[in-house]
């Protein structure tokens, strides 16, 4: 009987080249899905920094703000938090800082609370534990300003060593000098990373 067509196709050589495509690209898929823990975004939008997962707003909402004063923000339908333990005269001796909850959106943002004539706002550092020092500069702006500014307090409140002033209307002032003055901006930084579940860094 004479060979067909097919049998002249599919020599053992093609059969062993067809069998190694399948092996590879079977496990080339196995070993992409096993590592695909980013998902694509189809939303055609960036996905926020300051998002709050519902878990995390409950979680806030239910433990963490009895330690802060609420006022309902109705006309900007937001909620502020601002620590009960803050100091008087925290503009002054401290960082005045608010957490805001948007009810609109799963979002929340810090808020720089600083007089509008007072900005610029300069506030130096220094550890005399290893000698860095520094300053960072706040001239208000937008919700990714705010955020930046706490990015960069935040790991340097974490340092009891670190030492804090302030240029605050044309004079030099030291802050954050007792643990009464730092612990409600570090707490209220602190609480803000974990509702938006983000490390500060």
Known sequence: ??????????????VRILK?????????????????EKRANNSGTEPSPMRVTHAERIFFKNVR????DIENLKEAK????????RSENSQVTSLPVAIL????????YLYWEFPNDS????????NPGNGDSGEIRFEGGDKFAH????????????????KFGINFSGKKL???????????????????FKLINNTGE
Do not use: C, Q
């Not at 909850?101 to 929340?108: F, H, S």
């Open 174 to 192: 030291k802050i954050l000098e007792t643990e009464d003055a730092r612990m409600p901006v570090l707490t209220s930084l602190k609480d803000y």
């Open 147 to 162: 955020l930046a500014f706490g990015k960069n307090i935040f790991p340097l409140l974490s340092n009891e060593e670190v």
């Open 101 to 108: 909850l948007n009810r609109t959106k799963d979002e929340a």
């Open 119 to 126: 900005l610029p706002i300069v506030v130096n550092w220094e």
């Open 65 to 68: 703000s009895i330690a802060y």
């Open 20 to 36: 190694i495509f399948g092996l590879v690209s079977i496990l080339l898929v196995l070993g992409l899905s096993f590592f695909n």
């Open 1 to 14: 009987m004479p060979a067909s067509n097919t049998d002249k196709v599919l020599t053992p050589e093609i």
């Open 78 to 85: 937001m909620v502020a938090y601002r620590h009960s333990k």
